[in-house]
Structures are given as C-alpha cells and as structure tokens.
Nanobody, 122 residues
C-alpha cells in the first residue's frame, strides 16, 4: 500500500515554470512504476508522463515532451514534475499515480493522489 500527496500547483503566466511534488508514504517509490496525469474541466484525464524506476525509462506525452521532466529524490521518497514553458492548455488538475506491475506507461495504476491545480494564464 502506498499513499500519494501532490503539491506545488498554482497560478502562473504562460511561459513560466512550476515544479509539482508527489510525496509517497507507506513504501519506497523505487518499488513502483509512477506516473503523472492531468484532467482539465470538461475533458477526460490524460497521460502526462511516467517512469519505470527499475528499468530506468521515462515516457512523456507528445504535448509535454521537451517542456516537462520527471525526477525523484530517494531520500524524500518524492517524485517531481518540472514544468517549463507552460501554456494555457496545460491548465488542469494534476495527479500522480503508482503501480506495482508495469505493463504500459499509460495504464494500470493502482494508487492515486488527490490532485493539485495548475492554472496557466495567457
């Protein structure tokens, strides 16, 4: 079992940056596949990026590739999403997620955080 808590969301102007955090408790992040998803008002939840820590592979949605980066701090058992060159279309609630069994980058997540709001003004 793992509990996930996101933080770091807020209001930023287009072109700005934010760093989201996903703090885990209960088990070490390195035992899990981890992902970031987002959901904008009136839209379905969409994949942002994910990481298979054991394989050392990171995946990103095309819409964020080159602008967003996933990293972690093992000592803090925390995953981060660094978001640069933000655009108004990045506005959404961002969620982190975790899973024990890795099948695909975009699905199969068992645990979810409560989400953090990111708003990008034009």
């Amino acid at each position: 079992q793992v509990q996930l808590v996101e933080s770091g969301g807020g209001l930023v102007q287009a072109g700005g940056s934010l760093r989201l955090s996903c703090a885990a408790s209960g088990r070490m992040l390195s035992n899990y596949g981890m992902g970031w998803f987002r959901q904008a008002p009136g839209k379905e939840r969409e994949f942002v990026g994910s990481v298979n820590w054991l394989a050392g592979r990171i995946y990103y949605a095309d819409s964020v590739k080159g602008r967003f980066a996933i990293s972690r701090d093992n000592a803090k058992n925390t995953m981060y999403l660094q978001m640069n060159n933000l655009k108004p279309e990045d506005t959404a609630v961002y969620y982190c997620a975790a899973k024990l069994i890795w099948r695909a980058p975009t699905e199969g997540y068992d645990y979810w955080g409560q989400g953090t709001q990111v708003t990008v003004s034009s």
